[in-house]
């Protein structure tokens, strides 16, 4: 059933690109856990492969930030401005993920590949408008957290922003039950000229699997904690540092 739906879904959709045309839509993406981000992001789609980027985010500032806790143990936080690269590659055809991401350092970047995720959407009766467009309402957990979506199927191909997809129309808007991820598409373009698809895969970066990747976020985040020991800070009852791995696919090292 499965297939027979993929099926209609790029036939239909065959006619949504011509040649060298494919779909571009813009989206402002929000990440509030500890710190405000307001990014903006796009999805390109050529009928094959898409490219979901993310550029910089805007006015991100260096903080460092002690509380406490009941019992008068002191609490650090630390979080450092970053550029935001955040790439995601999908190739239909071989069902893989290609993803650029940072590390716990966020000027080092890997190549991370992986399947496409098994998506268990429950598709409900709730319908909204988006950008004109008639949306249905699906939920579904992904990775430590629980989404919305709003798809449309008068856009009938199978893709939306980050890694999420598996829908029988484009993702148009897509947020968590906490509200600290949302992503709402603001500006659609049908039929764009030369939509280009390529993921810049630098061969200075290591090209890791997922479980690689979660792996050296962990090591470079006790590494820290070791150093700053080393130094002799005062841990008090708790240490806290955002660790740079993406909010949207949960981390321990993020506070909820």
Request: charged letters at 25%; a neutral charge; hydrophobic letters at 35%.
């Amino acid at each position: 059933m499965r297939k027979k739906i993929i099926l209609l879904l790029l036939l239909c959709s065959l006619s949504l690109f011509g040649q060298n045309k494919g779909i571009i839509i813009e989206y402002d993406f929000y990440e509030s856990y500890n710190l405000e981000l307001h990014l903006h992001s796009s999805l390109k789609n050529d009928g094959n492969n898409s490219l979901f980027e993310i550029s910089d985010t805007k006015g991100t500032e260096d903080s460092n930030t002690t509380s406490y806790d009941s019992n008068g143990n002191a609490i650090y936080s630390s979080q450092k401005k970053r550029k935001e690269n955040r790439n995601v590659y999908k190739d239909f055809s071989n069902n893989t993920i290609i993803s650029l991401m940072n590390g716990y350092n966020p000027h080092n970047y890997f190549i991370v590949e992986e399947q496409f995720p098994a998506f268990n959407w429950k598709i409900e009766n709730e319908i909204r408008e988006i950008l004109g467009y008639s949306c249905k309402k699906a939920s579904m957990s992904f990775k430590g957290r629980n989404y919305t979506a709003w798809f449309t199927t008068k856009i009938p191909i199978s893709d939306g922003p980050w890694k999420f997809g598996g829908l029988p129309g484009l993702i148009l808007e897509l947020v968590d039950d906490h509200s600290l991820i949302k992503i709402e598409a603001i500006k659609i373009i049908l039929n764009a000229e030369n939509v280009n698809i390529s993921l810049k895969k630098d061969e200075k970066y290591p090209k890791v699997s997922w479980d690689k990747y979660i792996e050296s976020i962990d090591k470079d985040f006790e590494n820290r904690l070791k150093y700053l020991k080393s130094k002799g800070t005062e841990m008090g009852a708790e240490v806290e540092f955002d660790s740079f791995y993406d909010s949207i696919e949960y981390s321990k090292h993020i506070k909820m």
